[in-house]
């Protein structure tokens, strides 16, 4: 009866490794899980900006060209 219990105590400590190893790999994926998150919040702000930034200087040209329109219209 000893080597029995002796077997499912062995047997008991294997699996909490096993879950030792689990939880810690869980532990890991959530971290990285948390970093990739943190980092696409970050770039999709950075690209709205940057979409701001081209939209704004394609106004601008926009107007520019219209002035450059209606210059060489008068000329004409």
């Known amino acids: 009866m000893d080597k029995s ?3 499912i105590m ?13 939880e810690g790999r869980v532990v890991t994926t959530r971290e990285h899980m948390e970093k990739i998150e943190d980092f696409m919040e970050k770039l999709s702000k950075e ?5 701001h930034i081209v939209s704004s200087k394609i106004n601008a040209l926009t107007e520019e060209v219209k002035h450059l329109e209606d210059v060489v219209a008068k000329k004409q």
């Open 5 to 7: 219990m002796t077997e």
């Open 10 to 22: 062995e047997k008991v400590v294997q699996i909490k490794t096993e879950l030792d190893k689990v």
């Open 47 to 51: 690209i709205i900006e940057g979409f």
